[in-house]
Nanobody, 124 residues
């Protein structure tokens, strides 16, 4: 069974930086799109950034454009989120997400995997 483990969340001051990491455990043949979501207190979970399986296509919400960078290391089954120039509105629990993966080349795909989240708090 595959699980996702995030790390890197912390308390940081306005303008600071954090790098979030997420690794998928277990033997995996292929991972499609990976992404980071966040959920602020009292708000719905929102997609922050995503990256395709080949790592060539990215998506960012407008609020983080130019400040956050998503990347992945397929050899490590990992995805990262470099967050710079952090603002108080970036505060929330950040969740790693995989939309589809395969454990073996001819196996059935597994969809919609989530990590447990890592807390990011930006203080002003």
């Amino acid at each position: 069974q595959v699980s996702l483990v995030e790390s890197g969340g912390n308390l940081v001051q306005v303008g600071g930086s954090l790098r979030l990491s997420c690794a998928a455990s277990g033997s995996i043949y292929y991972i499609n799109r990976m992404g980071w979501y966040r959920q602020a207190p009292g708000k719905e979970r929102e997609l922050v950034a995503s990256i395709t399986g080949g790592g060539k296509t990215y998506y960012y919400i407008d609020a983080v454009q130019g400040r956050f960078t998503i990347s992945r290391d397929n050899a490590k089954n990992a995805v990262y989120l470099q967050m710079n120039s952090l603002k108080p509105e970036d505060t929330g629990v950040y969740f790693c997400h995989i939309d589809e993966l395969q454990i073996t080349a001819d196996g059935m795909p597994t969809f919609d995997l989530w990590g447990r989240g890592t807390q990011v708090t930006v203080s002003s």
